[in-house]
């Protein structure tokens, strides 16, 4: 196991490449095919998609 670092990559996890979070091997990324990960990133997408009105939406029954 190892880690990587990135010159893009802002204390705040952020990439100041994409101007967007940090998200390291997605589209765009540096490190997109250079390096293997333990979990795939369009995995870990899913998990950043966030649905801004949730909390407004009706609750199922």
Known sequence: ???FSCLHFDQKN??????KNC??????CVLKNKVQFAIP???RMK???V???KEFRRKEK
């Open 47 to 49: 998990k950043q998609i």
């Open 1 to 3: 196991m190892s880690s």
């Open 51 to 53: 649905d801004p009105f």
């Open 23 to 28: 998200l390291p091997g997605r589209k765009g």
């Open 41 to 43: 990133v369009e995995e």
């Open 14 to 19: 952020f990439c100041l490449l994409l101007n």
